[in-house]
């Protein structure tokens, strides 16, 4: 027996994400996925989900679901709550950091996000369709998710359904990121730029522009000055998630999980893997600042940043819902134990 979810409202900027699509750059597709991976992983766990499994990624006004069928476990992940309204009229707030299970006719109306990046799971992650080897939305090639598009009032979700013994919910604290600087290695093209330029990109403060899309993030600070100004411009080749381009302008713009496959502006620095999903959660006006690693302190980091993912997950605590009230009525029995 399969879930299912109906969107009632899409809200805005909403998405299916999943681990990313790889494999294909060489054909010009974006590996996409969620913009901050390690969040959608905390949401994932806390319903029981593996981790690459997909789930919605909230980016702004949250959206509106009702389960159309079957018991559907879900959790948010993020800086937000959610009301949830039962099908026999009571409602009670959706906190994150925890599960919850709905039935039939149930609506979970999620709350706008002011800022940053949230995540959606549901059980057993949204079944749909498979392109290229994931269920990533990449709307700017209308494939992944429902018909290639952002989250849709009228779509429906599909999912698994939670088994009728399963009769505890989990929560967790929240996850976080350390302060401090977001780590980069530099070049590829770091010679294209002066000196001094490289110093001033290490030392000074940048804000986020309110230009920023899951493509890519644009930064306003100190100009950096290309060695001339036919080096603002090279030869096309591949980038990546996490590389920083200078176009003339000499303003970084940062590349996120839906840029394109290769570019002609010159590459400054690339922010490590271990540091990536740390750029979704920053705001417009946030200042942020960088330093240099090499190779082996990123591989460091990324073991550390695994090693702390681990730990989270030994930390989930689980709690047996109301089993008496099960007993009774079947849907007044699924709320988080000390409700």
């Given at each position: 027996?399969?879930?299912?979810?109906?969107?009632?409202?899409?809200?805005?900027?909403?998405?299916?994400?999943?681990?990313?699509?790889?494999?294909?750059?060489?054909?010009?597709?974006?590996?996409?996925?969620?913009?901050?991976?390690?969040?959608?992983?905390?949401?994932?766990?806390?319903?029981?989900?593996?981790?690459?499994?997909?789930?919605?990624?909230?980016?702004?006004?949250?959206?509106?679901?009702?389960?159309?069928?079957g018991r559907v476990r879900m959790a948010l992940a993020g800086n937000l709550c959610a009301t949830l309204m039962r099908g026999d009229g009571r409602s009670r707030q959706l906190l994150p950091w925890m599960s919850l299970t709905l039935f039939p006719k149930d609506r979970l109306e999620i709350d706008t996000l002011t800022g940053g990046t949230a995540y959606l799971a549901v059980t057993?992650?949204?079944?749909?369709?498979?392109?290229?080897?994931?269920?990533?939305?990449?709307?700017?090639?209308?494939?992944?998710?429902?018909d290639g598009r952002q989250l849709a009032t009228g779509q429906l979700l599909p999912c698994a359904t939670q088994e009728h013994r399963?009769?505890?919910?989990?929560?967790?604290?929240?996850?976080?990121?350390?302060?401090?600087?977001?780590?980069?290695?530099?070049?590829?093209?770091?010679?294209?730029?002066?000196?001094?330029?490289?110093?001033?990109?290490?030392?000074?403060?940048?804000r986020v522009s309110a230009q920023q899309d899951r493509m890519g993030m644009r930064l306003q600070g100190p100009s950096l000055v290309h060695v001339t100004p036919q080096a603002a411009d090279i030869v096309s080749d591949g980038v990546t998630p996490g590389a920083i381009q200078?176009?003339?302008?000499?303003?970084?713009?940062?590349?996120?999980?839906?840029?394109?496959?290769?570019?002609?502006?010159?590459?400054?620095?690339?922010?490590?893997?271990?540091?990536?999903?740390?750029?979704?959660?920053?705001?417009?006006?946030?200042?942020?600042?960088?330093?240099?690693?090499?190779?082996?302190?990123?591989?460091?980091?990324?073991?550390?940043?695994?090693?702390q993912w681990e730990t989270w997950v030994s930390g989930i605590a689980f709690g047996l819902a109301n089993v008496s009230a099960l007993y009774n009525d079947p849907t007044a029995g699924w709320d988080c134990a000390g409700e």
């Amino acid at each position: 027996m399969s879930g299912l979810v109906e969107v009632i409202d899409g809200g805005i900027g909403n998405s299916i994400q999943d681990a990313g699509r790889f494999g294909f750059r060489h054909m010009g597709i974006a590996v996409s996925g969620c913009l901050d991976l390690l969040l959608a992983r905390c949401a994932n766990a806390l319903v029981g989900n593996a981790p690459d499994s997909a789930c919605i990624e909230i980016r702004a006004v949250g959206p509106a679901l009702e389960i159309k069928h079957g018991r559907v476990r879900m959790a948010l992940a993020g800086n937000l709550c959610a009301t949830l309204m039962r099908g026999d009229g009571r409602s009670r707030q959706l906190l994150p950091w925890m599960s919850l299970t709905l039935f039939p006719k149930d609506r979970l109306e999620i709350d706008t996000l002011t800022g940053g990046t949230a995540y959606l799971a549901v059980t057993g992650g949204i079944r749909s369709p498979l392109q290229l080897g994931s269920r990533s939305t990449y709307q700017r090639a209308m494939i992944g998710g429902i018909d290639g598009r952002q989250l849709a009032t009228g779509q429906l979700l599909p999912c698994a359904t939670q088994e009728h013994r399963q009769y505890h919910e989990s929560q967790s604290v929240p996850w976080a990121y350390a302060d401090g600087p977001i780590r980069v290695m530099p070049g590829p093209q770091e010679e294209c730029f002066k000196p001094e330029s490289m110093q001033t990109f290490l030392r000074a403060e940048y804000r986020v522009s309110a230009q920023q899309d899951r493509m890519g993030m644009r930064l306003q600070g100190p100009s950096l000055v290309h060695v001339t100004p036919q080096a603002a411009d090279i030869v096309s080749d591949g980038v990546t998630p996490g590389a920083i381009q200078v176009p003339g302008n000499g303003q970084p713009i940062i590349l996120l999980a839906d840029c394109q496959t290769v570019g002609g502006y010159p590459k400054i620095a690339t922010v490590i893997s271990a540091d990536l999903p740390r750029l979704a959660q920053l705001q417009p006006e946030q200042m942020l600042r960088f330093c240099a690693v090499n190779a082996a302190q990123a591989k460091a980091a990324l073991r550390a940043r695994e090693a702390q993912w681990e730990t989270w997950v030994s930390g989930i605590a689980f709690g047996l819902a109301n089993v008496s009230a099960l007993y009774n009525d079947p849907t007044a029995g699924w709320d988080c134990a000390g409700e």
